[in-house]
């Protein structure tokens, strides 16, 4: 079934309360991203330094896997390689059933939500508890996460102090943030000493030394990988960076783009098992390899999941992490759910008012306003825009390819639509005006205020 992702956002839209302080709270979020970046006099060198080591590290990525299999190994670390989600997804489980592992603590991974690991092992018998608080609350809940880096951010403290009553057992009406937390603290705690294996994402692995970085604000990934004496970590193929030194590149502009910090307060580095228990690597390609054998998209594997593009995306922050129906959303999102299935995907490209605000915050320079310019082409060719869509775009090629005619079309909307009665204007054929006013029309068009500007005849 294809995502409609207007369907979708209308949906979210419907609750305007609800929109506006999504909208507001992401935008803070912006906000101080933007302070963290004027703070840095070589944050334009970060940036371009960052390009060219992904760039280079895609490039050369048989290479630089193998070299960090070789150094895991040598560490004392299994290492272990998924072609796809289903794949993925047994190696954990045969690795969990040779420890008769019956309950794991899981810190925040992207990954493991993309290949829908928490149901698959629950329906094989074993708990999964997610440690990350605002993960813990949308999977109290049942819900996937919104946001990558903040998943419960399309929820109010009001929201979470329902779900803690329901299955904490918390004071009923209690919404307060402090009291809500060190309730969700002793549950953890709870949990953590429990727990017969530790599972995390991967933020980087360094195949210079076959060890992999997690960082956190939390420090939900280290508690829960420093008890049990199994960890197991998932990683895509992309998260190799080739040198320890290139880490730092990386590390200063994570925190900063994500959630306008300096640093992540927990930068965590694990080169091999605790004393006495077993460390897993499994690295997944799930259709990764299919993007980097596309030259015009394979800038998308740069992206280091800061959540940077969804904070400042004007349809993101007014359309919530719903609406696009895929584990990442937001323009990165965007790009790559309609690399993995463009049928199903198609109108996650339109999601997207081309402002290129994306493009211009990305840390590692991905060419997200492009990349959508590109897929919304892939899906014309491929026959899936709706034929309304269709026939509308191509009458507006037809009408733009003929200046004058376009002139004089621009001459009579300015002189009658401000005449025509509001019911003909705002019909069902106006979509534009379906949820918002348009604005006064001008008395002169573009080109003649430019013309006049530049005193052209």
């Not at 998924?82 to 794991?104: G, T, Y």
């Not at 402090?178 to 727990?195: D, N, P, S, V």
């Not at 709706?386 to 009579?412: E, V």
Request: aromatic letters at 8%; a positive charge; one cysteine or more.
């Amino acid at each position: 079934m294809s995502i409609n992702h207007p369907e979708l956002a209308e949906k979210f839209a419907t609750n305007v309360e609800r929109m506006k302080w999504h909208d507001k709270a992401l935008w803070f979020v912006r906000v101080k991203r933007d302070n963290q970046a004027k703070s840095l006099d070589e944050w334009e060198e970060l940036r371009n330094t960052a390009d060219k080591i992904k760039s280079h590290t895609l490039s050369h990525l048989d290479e630089y896997l193998e070299v960090f299999e070789k150094n895991a190994q040598a560490r004392g670390i299994h290492v272990h390689w998924a072609k796809d989600a289903k794949e993925h997804n047994e190696i954990v489980l045969e690795i969990l059933r040779a420890k008769s592992v019956k309950m794991i603590v899981k810190s925040k991974s992207m990954l493991t939500e993309e290949c829908h690991l928490n149901p698959y092992l629950e329906k094989n018998g074993i708990e999964v508890v997610d440690t990350d608080l605002g993960e813990r609350i949308v999977q109290l809940r049942h819900e996937p996460p919104s946001h990558i880096v903040l998943p419960a951010i399309h929820l109010k403290k009001e929201d979470v102090g329902t779900t803690f009553e329901k299955f904490l057992k918390t004071e009923k009406g209690n919404s307060d943030p402090t009291y809500l937390t060190r309730a969700a603290r002793a549950h953890l705690r709870e949990k953590f000493l429990g727990a017969d294996a530790a599972m995390t994402g991967v933020n980087f692995a360094i195949a210079e030394t076959g060890g992999i970085v997690v960082c956190t604000n939390e420090g939900n990934a280290d508690l829960g990988a420093a008890l049990p004496k199994l960890h197991i970590a998932c990683m895509g193929i992309e998260k190799i960076i080739p040198r320890l030194k290139d880490l730092s590149i990386f590390t200063r502009l994570l925190a900063r783009s994500a959630t306008g910090q300096p640093v992540t307060t927990y930068t965590s580095h694990y080169h091999g098992p605790v004393e006495g228990g077993e460390m897993h690597i499994v690295i997944v390609d799930n259709g990764r390899s299919k993007i980097l054998s596309q030259e015009r998209y394979i800038k998308s594997l740069q992206c280091i999941r800061c959540g940077a593009c969804l904070n400042t995306c004007p349809i993101y922050r007014r359309s919530g992490g719903y609406s696009y129906g895929y584990t990442i959303p937001g323009p990165i999102g965007s790009t790559l759910a309609p690399s993995r299935d463009l049928k199903k995907y198609y109108s996650l490209p339109f999601a997207c008012s081309l402002c290129s605000s994306c493009s211009n915050v990305c840390p590692v320079k991905v060419d997200l306003a492009q990349q959508l310019y590109l897929k919304r082409q892939d899906v014309v060719d491929a026959g899936y825009l709706s034929p309304t869509k269709h026939n509308a775009l191509k009458m507006a090629t037809w009408l733009m390819c003929r200046p004058k005619l376009m002139d004089f079309a621009g001459f009579m909307a300015r002189k009658m639509v401000p005449l025509l009665p509001r019911a003909l204007v705002y019909s069902k054929f106006n979509l534009w005006g379906k949820n918002r006013e348009l604005p006064p029309f001008p008395k002169n068009s573009f080109k003649e205020l430019y013309k006049e500007k530049k005193g052209i005849q």
